[in-house]
């Protein structure tokens, strides 16, 4: 089944508002890709300080504005929280919802996750949810119990609106990239297990590539099967890279 790539890019706590600028590149690259009839949606996911200047800059455009987090409830007493309806109205539309980092640094469950999805679903945007290994699991064969067990606790039970986004841990930031073979196999146990769980709905779901991807890899790594596009870290930062990345798929 043909699913459209998605080359997403998470800005992570990078970005000011200066920075639209950047933006404003980014723009014009997606939309010099569209003319050339590209087959890969754009999305940039900047810190929540931004999100609504982006919006309104990329209105119109080829470009998606996505957050990078939300909380489960709609409201009430969390301070610095975010809810998903507060994304919505900011104009997001999409959310990254388990993170690895989220996970370490903020102790996040598979089931935190979930209502974290369900509640970007309740507000009408796209969950971008994370699964990932470390080094150590990975080096301990333990990879796919890892990221089934992630996949098993993470996901919501409705398959629309949502993307999986395979990150290993040990490839994020870190210049690393696991070799093609070893994100097929990944891809493809993940396809199985959304098949498993979602049945022919499963098959829909697109399952982007994230850890350290960059435009010297891009093409090898977007060729690969069952790979339906990338969450991209540091490098979505610099438009012309980021543009790269997605250009593989002119």
């Known amino acids: 089944m043909a699913r459209r ?13 200066a920075s639209i600028a950047e933006l404003d590149k980014i723009i014009v690259g997606a939309g010099a890709l569209a003319q050339r009839s590209a087959n890969v949606d754009v999305m940039v996911c900047p810190p929540a300080t931004l999100i609504a200047n982006f919006a309104v800059a990329a209105r119109g455009s080829n470009v998606a504005i996505g957050g990078q987090d939300c909380h489960a409830l709609s409201a009430g007493a969390f301070t610095g929280d975010i809810a998903a309806e507060m994304l ?37 945007l796209l969950a971008i949810v994370c699964v990932g290994e470390t080094r150590a699991e990975r080096d301990g064969g333990r990879a796919r119990e890892v990221v089934g067990a992630q996949l098993d606790g993470s996901l919501p039970e409705n398959a629309a609106a949502t993307l999986v986004a395979y990150e290993p841990i040990w490839a994020i930031g870190t210049g690393l990239t696991p070799h093609p073979s070893d994100v097929a196999d990944m891809h493809g146990f993940i396809r199985t297990r959304l098949g498993a769980r979602f049945g022919e709905a499963g098959e829909t779901v697109r399952i982007l590539y994230g850890g350290s991807v960059k435009a010297s890899n891009a093409k090898e790594l977007m060729a690969t099967a069952n790979v339906d596009g990338a969450l991209v870290g540091g490098a979505s930062l610099v438009a012309g890279e980021f543009l790269a990345i997605a250009g593989v798929y002119r």
């Open 88 to 124: 919505r109205d900011a104009g997001a539309q999409a959310v990254i919802v388990g993170h690895s980092e989220r996970r370490q640094y903020h102790g996040e469950t598979d089931a935190a996750v979930r209502a974290k999805a369900q509640a970007a679903h309740r507000a009408g």
């Open 5 to 17: 790539p998605l080359v997403a890019g998470n800005w992570k706590m990078n970005g000011l508002s």
